[in-house]
């Protein structure tokens, strides 16, 4: 998403010709485009968003379970010993 963002940025400095951006090359200005579709391309073939998805839904639901556990008196802190 930064790269995105970057390359908004550098495209509305190229088109409204601001100086040191108006004298660069395209290819300069159009990189980050780029290097934002390698980034989606291996996230998506390496499953990287995929897992930290699964790892908040994990943590969500552990949450819950202790929460619940705590509310029907069976968690860590109401056990008996």
Not at 12 to 34: H, Y
Not at 38 to 58: F, H, Q, S
């Amino acid at each position: 998403m930064y790269l995105v963002l970057l390359g908004l940025l550098l495209l509305t400095l190229k088109w409204m010709e601001v100086e040191p951006v108006a004298q660069w090359a395209w290819w300069w200005v159009l990189s980050p485009f780029g290097g934002a579709m390698l980034w989606w391309a291996w996230a998506d073939a390496t499953g990287y968003y995929k897992r930290r998805e699964m790892r908040k839904l994990d943590e969500r639901r552990e949450l819950r379970r202790q929460r619940d556990m705590d509310a029907l008196g069976t968690g860590p802190k109401n056990r008996r010993r």
